[in-house]
Nanobody
Framework: VQLQASGGGLAQAGGSLGLSCAVS????????MGWFRQAPGKEREFLAS???????YYADSVKGRFTISRNNAKNTVWLQMNNLRPEDTAVYYC?????????????WGQGTLVTVSS
């Protein structure tokens, strides 16, 4: 299974960015899909996940600002990020897991950098 994340870039505080992750080589609808991030000097952090039945889960740090969604026909998962803050600056990773909702670990994308300026 291969995951290809895209959509990172530079945004101003209060602005918005959207990330997408295209999945190939597996049956997309079988996987829980999620987004994580890792800031310099910090551990990788869970942000959001969406199950096969479209139930969603969010970290408190992004709840109400970020929205995860998926389209099984397009083998794609998105992360819409609104009201961005400088502390959202990090490398963002998409992930796929057959079962786990938060401690996902089966497959990872390559990461895309998001930089938020104040």
């Amino acid at each position: 299974v291969q995951l290809q994340a895209s959509g990172g870039g530079l945004a101003q505080a209060g602005g918005s960015l959207g990330l997408s992750c295209a999945v190939s080589g597996g049956t997309f609808s079988n996987y829980v899909m999620g987004w994580f991030r890792q800031a310099p000097g910090k551990e990788r952090e869970f942000l959001a996940s969406i199950t096969r039945s479209d139930s969603t889960y969010y970290a408190d740090s992004v709840k109400g600002r970020f929205t995860i969604s998926r389209n099984n026909a397009k083998n794609t998962v998105w992360l819409q990020m609104n009201n961005l803050r400088p502390e959202d600056t990090a490398v963002y990773y998409c992930a796929a897991d057959r079962l786990r909702i938060v401690s996902m670990n089966d497959y990872w994308g390559q990461g895309t950098l998001v930089t938020v300026s104040s």
